[in-house]
């Protein structure tokens, strides 16, 4: 199983980044999917999900800013980010969840920092 993220990096306030994530080696499209962001000294916090239906949820703070999709034929999630603040600085991670005959699975990227200069 493998989650490789890809899109972060340094970015002005009110700036955009687009961030991908490739999965591998399990079923993709019945998974949700979600990125997750973690800053310096704080806890990890789910940012966007996206159900195996294209449902989608928002932390607060992001919200009319970020965009979650995923594309099931590349096996790919995407977090488009618009009007990026400094407080969105983090590593921002991949993570997949899925059941399996009753039993959860949850799988994760390695993270992509973000940095967004005032």
């Known amino acids: 199983v493998q989650l490789v993220e890809s899109g972060g990096g340094l970015v002005q306030a009110g700036g955009s980044l687009r961030l991908s994530c490739a999965a591998s080696g399990f079923i993709f499209r019945i998974s949700s999917m979600g990125w997750y962001r973690q800053a310096p000294g704080k806890q990890r916090e789910l940012v966007a999900g996206i159900t195996s239906g294209s449902s989608t949820n928002y932390t607060d703070s992001v919200k009319g800013r970020f965009t979650i999709s995923r594309d099931n034929a590349k096996n790919t999630v995407y977090l488009q980010m618009n009007s990026l603040k400094p407080e969105d600085t983090a590593v921002y991670y991949c993570?997949?969840?899925?059941?399996?005959?009753?039993?959860?699975?949850?799988?994760w990227g390695q993270g992509t920092q973000v940095t967004v200069s005032s």
């Open positions: 993570n997949a969840h899925l059941i399996l005959d009753a039993r959860p699975y949850d799988y």
